[in-house]
């Protein structure tokens, strides 16, 4: 961005706001993380009322009219540029940000962030507890809040469009709902035809796995998959996540099960990959609203390629499984690699969504983003939702959870954000990873070779000259079909599972 803040020195002034806001913001984010990981629990409502502080002083900041007339001043110059250069996609990104910023209250922002942190903390105690009833009504307040926030924005056809908007920039209630109908309509004949067949047996898994070890297992598969450990590092949390303060300082989180070897090393594997697109993008950003992923289905798209395509491939486990045996002789000396792969891809109809297979994994997306419309509609109220969660898994998934815990308390989303556009992404995602990876594929044929070596760096490469290193430069829909040549599709989704679970079940 060099050439033109010599000539335009109100870039050097949006910019040099930008920076601050951000380091609010950031200041603010530090917080949240330390509320997941090491806060005591009495610091939770000091907790609330510095968050939300710090995000009313970063939006009333983000509006000030100061900004609005450098935006302003600065479309001859935008209009004069490439679009994608750098300068034009800073002044075009901020603007988008800042039409929709300056329709919210600053007190609003404040008031909502202050309830999600006593909200977030209400669930930990609940979910600890299985008691619905003690956070009920923090969910009815959050789902007043959330109707409070779509109506900022008048002129939806469908109350959670504005919300969407903010995390799928594009996406529509509408749009989402033909998008999940059409996948639904493939995924549910292929997760029948899975269950008439034996389930893969997946006892090896659920033994007794060190948590130390397990973590210093992991931590050895993120470095090797390119985790930068000099911008980042992982702690324990109740519900894993990745935040950013600057491309400098990019953390993850996890959480271990000793009897269940699954779940902590692939959610280090996901909250990773959601990393590597942090520390790939530009550093020329830094501090500035490029610096950060251009919407949930993209970010969710590399946590999951890396999760699933990588994670969960038998090229990959063809390198590290052995390395894992060592670790862990007494569990898995006897039990062969191909027992092994098979069954970290069981496919189950299973309770919980973040352990879910890859076949079933987006049934449980579509359940949650139903129920969430159904909210916000007013056709589903907050005192019947677990009921109506429990009946949604009986007709969906054919089980019912014995308890909330399992049930609707077990995802923290709308415990500590919005009600609305909280799910969607996972399963856009999903789609997403299917079509950048056979893209990748297509581009280098050796990258499925090169994992079976413990060599991932062509294919990080890769993500970060095509997705990574340009942040919010393009929007998700831009981004697919730059890299891809074609907007999203399901089909290279159902290719993918026809043929690997095809594979392992004989289909």
């Known amino acids: 961005m060099q050439?033109?803040?010599?000539?335009?020195?109100?870039?050097?002034?949006?910019?040099?706001?930008?920076?601050?806001?951000?380091?609010?913001?950031?200041?603010?984010?530090?917080?949240?993380?330390?509320?997941?990981?090491?806060?005591?629990?009495?610091?939770?409502?000091?907790?609330?009322?510095?968050?939300?502080?710090?995000?009313?002083?970063?939006?009333?900041?983000?509006?000030?009219?100061?900004?609005?007339?450098?935006?302003?001043?600065?479309?001859?110059?935008?209009?004069?540029?490439?679009?994608?250069?750098?300068?034009?996609?800073?002044?075009?990104?901020?603007?988008?940000?800042?039409?929709?910023?300056?329709?919210?209250?600053?007190?609003?922002?404040?008031?909502?962030?202050?309830?999600?942190?006593?909200?977030?903390?209400?669930?930990?105690?609940?979910?600890a507890a299985n008691d619905f009833a003690a956070v009920q009504p923090y969910l009815e307040k959050t789902l007043d809040l959330s109707r409070e926030m779509a109506n900022f924005f008048p002129g939806y056809e469908h109350i959670a469009d504005p919300l969407i908007e903010e995390a799928d920039y594009g996406m529509k209630a509408e749009s989402v709902r033909s998008l999940f109908a059409e996948l639904r309509s493939h995924l549910v004949p292929i997760v029948e035809a899975i269950a008439s067949q034996p389930v893969a047996d997946a006892s090896c898994l659920h033994q007794n796995f060190s948590e130390a070890q397990q973590i210093a297992f992991s931590l050895k598969v993120i470095e090797q998959l390119g985790y930068d450990f000099q911008r980042g590092r992982q702690d324990k949390t109740l519900h894993p996540f990745m935040t950013k303060f600057s491309t400098g300082d990019v953390r993850i989180t996890t959480r271990v099960r000793e009897n269940d070897l699954n779940e902590g090393l692939l959610?280090?594997?996901?909250?990773?990959?959601?990393?590597?697109?942090?520390?790939?993008?530009?550093?020329?950003?830094?501090?500035?609203?490029?610096?950060?992923?251009?919407?949930?289905?993209?970010?969710?798209?590399?946590?999951?390629?890396?999760?699933?395509?990588?994670?969960?491939?038998?090229?990959?486990?063809?390198?590290?499984?052995?390395?894992?045996?060592?670790?862990?002789?007494?569990?898995?000396?006897d039990v062969s690699l191909e027992t092994f792969y098979r069954a970290i891809n069981k496919v189950e109809r299973s309770l919980i969504r973040t352990d879910a297979d890859e076949v079933t994994y987006n049934l449980h997306v579509m359940i949650r983003f139903d129920l969430e419309l159904q909210m916000l509609e007013g056709s589903l109220a907050v005192g019947d939702l677990p009921q109506a969660w429990n009946e949604r898994y009986r007709s969906d998934l054919g089980i019912v959870p014995p308890n909330d815990t399992n049930g609707v308390?077990?995802?923290?989303?709308?415990?500590?954000?919005?009600?609305?556009?909280?799910?969607?992404?996972?399963?856009?995602?999903?789609?997403?990873?299917?079509?950048?990876?056979?893209?990748?594929?297509?581009?280098?044929?050796?990258?499925?070779?090169?994992?079976?070596?413990?060599?991932?760096?062509?294919?990080?490469?890769?993500?970060k000259q095509n997705i990574y290193q340009h942040g919010r430069k393009y929007t998700a829909a831009e981004i697919v079909e730059r890299v891809t040549g074609s907007p999203l599709r399901i089909d290279p989704f159902i290719r993918y599972v026809e043929r690997k679970y095809g594979e392992l079940y004989s289909l």
């Open 267 to 333: 959610s280090t594997i996901h909250e990773m990959g959601h990393a590597l697109y942090e520390q790939g993008i530009n550093r020329g950003f830094e501090a500035t609203p490029l610096a950060g992923g251009t919407s949930s289905g993209v970010h969710e798209s590399q946590s999951r390629l890396w999760e699933n395509f990588v994670g969960r491939s038998r090229n990959f486990w063809q390198f590290f499984y052995p390395q894992l045996q060592a670790v862990f002789p007494n569990q898995l000396s």
């Open 3 to 127: 050439t033109l803040e010599k000539t335009e020195p109100k870039l050097v002034e949006l910019k040099a706001r930008l920076t601050e806001i951000n380091d609010v913001e950031s200041a603010a984010s530090l917080l949240y993380w330390d509320q997941a990981t090491y806060m005591p629990p009495g610091g939770a409502a000091a907790r609330g009322r510095q968050m939300g502080t710090l995000h009313q002083i970063a939006h009333t900041k983000f509006i000030d009219p100061a900004i609005g007339q450098l935006l302003e001043d600065l479309r001859p110059y935008e209009a004069s540029l490439p679009y994608d250069s750098d300068e034009a996609s800073l002044i075009r990104i901020t603007r988008h940000d800042y039409e929709r910023a300056v329709k919210i209250p600053a007190s609003f922002t404040a008031k909502f962030s202050h309830h999600s942190a006593e909200s977030y903390e209400a669930w930990a105690k609940a979910r």
């Open 409 to 463: 308390l077990q995802d923290v989303h709308w415990y500590g954000g919005m009600i609305g556009g909280m799910f969607q992404g996972y399963t856009l995602g999903n789609l997403m990873s299917a079509q950048f990876f056979e893209a990748a594929l297509k581009a280098n044929s050796e990258i499925s070779s090169q994992i079976a070596t413990g060599n991932f760096t062509t294919l990080h490469d890769w993500l």
